[in-house]
């Protein structure tokens, strides 16, 4: 029988995952569907019958976007290390009856980074702003790749504080407040993890952060040169990339859990890149 899998957000229009599983099953020869499920908002207790019944009915996984990643968290039986920092579950899977739930958003990330952009972190000086369920994911996935120093920058500082307390004693990392940044320095790697960029909003950092040598990541994607890019180049970054292979890399994570087969990336992101300019 043909697998069953889906994406539940809500709203759920723009979604890419059904396009981009769709292209990885047709690459790998995985017999599966995959659709895209507008979760209902209310009334409490909607969103996890909806999962339950996908499961029930022979759904093998399912990922989750805007606004249940917290609520598939707690409805899962079984949580990842990942997942349970993040207090959220971007993908989950049924098992035996089971619900296992997992967060590939930082390892998507990471690996986009690393692997597609080709920026190793090992030693480097890394800053990411926000404090926010993304940047929640992408701490644990950063401190593996041993940078030097990673810092967090968030409006609320005690969100970011809470963030690392929560990540233990597992690295170089410490919170900050963006007042404090213009005597910090500048970094190799600054990340924008926070949801400014959607409503064109730029957050409070200044220009010395940036190195020319450096790179600027926007978690956000296909908004071409956001508010923050557009800070970066103009100060002269030369690497500046939107979170366009995060979105695809987490899925191809969250494909390769399910299926047990990696799917390639290269073409996929290349088909979902809008040009920054
Ligand atoms: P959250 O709502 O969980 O967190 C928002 C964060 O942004 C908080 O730290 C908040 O700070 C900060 N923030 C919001 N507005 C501003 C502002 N004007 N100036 C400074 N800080 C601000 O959002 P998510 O973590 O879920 O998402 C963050 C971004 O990541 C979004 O752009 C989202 O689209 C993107 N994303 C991309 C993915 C991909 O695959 N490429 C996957 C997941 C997310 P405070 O706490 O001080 O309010």
């Known amino acids: 029988m043909t697998d069953q899998y889906a994406v539940i957000g809500n709203p759920i229009g723009h979604t890419k995952s059904p396009l981009i ?3 990885f099953a047709d690459e790998t020869k995985q ?3 995959y659709a895209a499920i507008e979760g209902p908002l209310e009334p409490e207790g909607a969103f996890a019958d909806v999962v339950r019944a996908f499961g029930a009915s022979g759904g093998k996984g399912m990922n989750v976007t805007a606004p249940f990643k917290l609520k598939a968290f707690a ?3 079984e949580r990842s290390e990942r997942a349970s920092l993040a207090g959220a579950a971007n993908a989950l899977k049924f098992e035996n009856g089971r619900i296992v739930a997992e967060n590939f958003d930082g390892i998507g990330l990471v690996r986009d980074i690393e692997v597609n952009l080709g920026v190793p972190l090992e030693a480097q000086r890394v800053l990411m702003l926000g404090a926010g369920g993304a940047a929640r994911g992408a701490l644990l996935p950063f401190l593996a790749a041993r940078p030097a120093e990673f810092v967090i920058a968030n409006r609320d500082i005690a969100k970011a504080n809470a963030l690392i307390a929560d990540a233990g004693a597992r690295g170089s990392v410490r919170a900050c407040a963006y007042g404090d940044l213009e005597t910090m320095g500048r970094y190799d790697l600054v990340v924008n993890a926070t949801s400014a960029s ?4 730029l957050p409070p950092v200044p220009p ?3 190195s020319p ?3 600027a990541y926007e978690l ?3 908004k071409r040169l956001t508010p923050f890019l557009r ?3 103009n100060v002269g970054v030369r690497g500046i990339a939107d979170g366009v292979g995060m979105l695809v890399e987490q899925a191809a994570e969250a494909f390769a859990w399910w299926r047990g087969v990696r799917p390639q990336t290269r073409a996929v992101i290349d088909r979902l890149t809008v040009p920054l300019d």
Not at 198 to 201: E, M, Q, R, S
């Open 21 to 23: 599983h769709g292209l």
């Open 31 to 33: 017999d599966m569907t």
């Open 75 to 77: 409805m899962a039986d």
């Open 198 to 201: 959607l409503t064109g909003d």
């Open 208 to 210: 010395t952060v940036f």
């Open 213 to 215: 040598e450096g790179t």
């Open 220 to 222: 956000a994607y296909g």
């Open 231 to 233: 800070l970066a180049r």
